[in-house]
């Protein structure tokens, strides 16, 4: 427990700091951010750049704690890894106040929360549900989520139903090519939207 004290305030605070497209946080929950942002969708490219930047900056973050903390942390990382997993869904939903606290309530939250719990086989991810992609055109989709394949999923919940998406494996291969998306200049395109 003293261990996790160490490594996850640190990683949880790289994906903070990491926010590049005015995202709020709703909330900071055990290993996991909640971030939220109301009005109009980013662009499909601003998403992707976004948890490009959610990744190389969880990376960053966990090899310096690996350093500071090497002895520990082999001996308390069973998997000698900590993974990142990124759920990107468009919700419907209403933010209300409680013990002020701001909090998020709607079907969606239940279904964004339930996603973190999924077949996908990969340590880490990024997840696009198919309630986000349906905002997209699919061959931008193909486009933008270009480093890896995408690969499609699904899976049951009770009371909801079956959830589907689409998903992309997050490797060192973005290390390489995070320099080159990250250093673009100028704002990308806006997509086509239905």
């Excluded at 990024?126 to 193909?142: F, Q, W």
């Excluded at 998903?167 to 390489?176: G, H, T």
């Amino acid at each position: 427990m003293d261990f996790s004290k160490k490594m996850i305030p640190g990683l949880l605070q790289s994906l903070v700091d990491a926010n590049a497209i005015n995202l709020k946080v709703g909330e900071i929950e055990g290993d996991a951010v909640v971030f939220y942002r109301f009005g109009e969708l980013p662009s499909l490219q601003e998403i992707a750049d976004q948890c490009k930047q959610f990744y190389l900056n969880f990376n960053e973050q966990l090899k310096k704690l690996m350093e500071m903390h090497a002895g520990d942390f082999h001996q308390n990382i069973s998997s000698n890894r900590l993974s990142l997993k990124i759920i990107v869904h468009a919700a419907e939903m209403i933010s209300a106040q409680i013990n002020g606290n701001t909090k998020l309530i709607g079907e969606d939250m239940v279904i964004a929360h339930k996603l973190l719990k999924n077949n996908i086989p990969e340590p880490e991810y990024v997840l696009l549900s198919e309630k986000l992609l349906a905002n997209y055109a699919n061959e931008k989709i193909e486009s933008v989520f270009n480093w890896n394949s995408l690969v499609d999923g699904e899976d049951e919940y009770e009371f909801i139903g079956t959830v589907k998406y689409r998903y992309i494996i997050l490797d060192a291969s973005l290390n390489e090519k995070g320099s080159d998306q990250n250093g673009k200049e100028g704002k990308p395109a806006r997509d086509k939207r239905e």
